[in-house]
C-alpha cells in the first residue's frame, strides 16, 4: 500500500476551469477542496491482477466527471467528490514485480468546502482517509502463463501460483468504462484499489460472459443493462426448462402406457414412480428401446384384431 494515495493540493485557474465545467454554477477556490488521488497502477495486486500501461492510458479520459463516493455505496448522498482532470505518473526507479517501470493513473478530485464535508476533509488532512478504489469495466484479462484470454475461457492456470518459477496473474486490458472510486479501508491495489468489473460486448455470446463470471475470481461490478441482460437469459433458460419438464411428463405418460401394453400385469404404480426419476435421455432410450422390440404404438386406423406388422407401413415413411 502506498504511503498516501490522497493528498491535498493548491487550486490554480486552470484547475477551476475544469471544475466549472462540471458545475452547474461557477464556484470560486474558497468553495471547494481539491485533492489529488492516486486511482490505479500497473503494478500486480492483491488479486494477481494488474492493468497494462495501455490500459491505464484508456481509463485516463473516462474517469473525468465520474464520482468519488464511499465503499462503493449507490446512494447519490453518499458522493462526496468528483474527478476533473486525471494524468499518467511514472515512478522514477521503481519496477513492477514483472519487470515494467512502475506507472500510476492518478486524479485530480474536488469537493464542497463546507459543513456536510468537515470531517471527511479533517480526515484526509489527517492521513487517515487514504486508501481508495475503483469500479471500472475492462474487456480482457490475459493469463501471464499461457497469454490466454480468461473471458472467453481456455485458461486453467491459477492466479498467485508459480510455473515453472513464472508467477501467474492477469492483465487487464481494453478499458471500457469507468464507473467511480471510493474511500476504502484495503483496495486490493497496493498503489491504490480496484474493484473489477467485465463488459458485455456484441462480439460475445452468453457462455463468454458466464465464463467471465466464473474466472473472475474476485467481486465484478456489472451495470442495469448488463444485469437486464443476465436476467433476460434467466428468464429464457427458465421458460426453456418448463417445456423441457412438460416435455418430459408427456414422455413418461407415453413410456408408461407402453410399458404396460407388454406387461399388463405389472402394477401401474410401481413403473411410475420408475419413470418418475428417470431423465429425459433415459426416457427416450427406453422408449426407443421398447419401439425396437415391436411395442410402437398402433396406427390410430388399423382395424381391430389385424396382426401387428410395421413392415406393411414402409411405403408411408418420409
Do not use: W
Not at 471510493?182 to 456484441?202: D, H, L, N
Not at 448488463?226 to 427458465?238: F, R, T, V
Request: glycine residues 6%; proline residues 3%; hydrophobic residues 30%.
Amino acid at each position: 500500500m502506498a504511503q498516501c494515495q490522497i493528498q491535498k493540493c493548491k487550486t490554480d485557474d486552470s484547475d477551476l476551469q475544469k471544475i466549472n465545467a462540471l458545475a452547474r454554477r461557477e464556484l470560486s477556490a474558497d468553495e471547494i477542496y481539491v485533492f489529488n488521488v492516486t486511482l490505479c497502477s500497473n503494478e500486480v495486486d492483491r488479486d494477481y491482477e494488474k492493468f497494462s500501461i495501455e490500459s491505464l492510458k484508456q481509463l485516463a479520459p473516462l474517469f473525468i466527471g465520474k464520482t468519488g463516493i464511499s465503499d462503493h455505496s449507490m446512494k447519490s448522498s453518499d458522493q462526496k467528490a468528483r474527478i476533473f482532470d486525471t494524468y499518467i505518473e511514472k515512478q522514477d526507479g521503481r519496477f513492477t514485480v514483472d519487470g515494467e517501470p512502475l506507472c500510476c493513473l492518478k486524479a485530480k478530485a474536488y469537493m464542497l468546502n463546507n459543513e456536510k464535508n468537515a470531517s471527511l476533509i479533517e480526515e484526509i488532512d489527517a492521513g487517515i482517509k487514504k486508501e481508495v478504489s475503483v469500479s471500472c469495466s475492462m474487456s480482457s484479462s490475459k493469463c501471464s502463463v499461457c497469454g490466454n484470454d480468461r473471458k472467453k475461457g481456455g485458461c486453467s492456470h491459477i492466479r498467485g501460483r508459480e510455473y515453472n518459477g513464472k508467477l501467474c496473474f492477469d492483465t487487464l486490458s481494453n478499458a471500457a468504462d469507468a464507473y467511480e472510486f471510493s474511500f476504502v479501508a484495503v483496495p486490493a491495489q497496493r498503489e491504490a484499489g480496484i474493484t473489477k468489473s467485465f463488459k458485455f460486448t456484441q462480439e460475445e455470446n452468453m457462455q463468454d460472459i458466464l465464463k467471465s463470471i466464473e474466472n473472475c475470481g474476485s467481486d465484478i461490478t456489472i451495470s442495469k443493462s448488463q444485469a437486464h441482460k443476465l436476467q433476460s437469459y434467466i428468464d429464457d433458460l427458465s421458460e426453456k426448462a418448463s417445456l423441457g419438464e412438460a416435455y418430459k411428463e408427456e414422455l413418461s405418460k407415453e413410456v408408461v402406457k407402453m410399458f404396460l401394453k407388454a406387461f399388463p400385469k405389472t402394477d401401474p404404480q410401481i413403473f411410475s414412480s420408475l419413470t418418475s426419476v428417470m431423465t429425459t435421455k433415459e426416457l427416450l432410450g427406453f422408449k426407443n428401446g421398447m419401439c425396437a422390440q415391436g411395442q410402437a404404438p398402433a396406427p390410430q386406423l388399423m382395424p381391430k384384431g389385424q396382426r401387428r406388422d410395421t413392415e406393411k407401413f414402409n411405403q408411408y415413411k418420409i
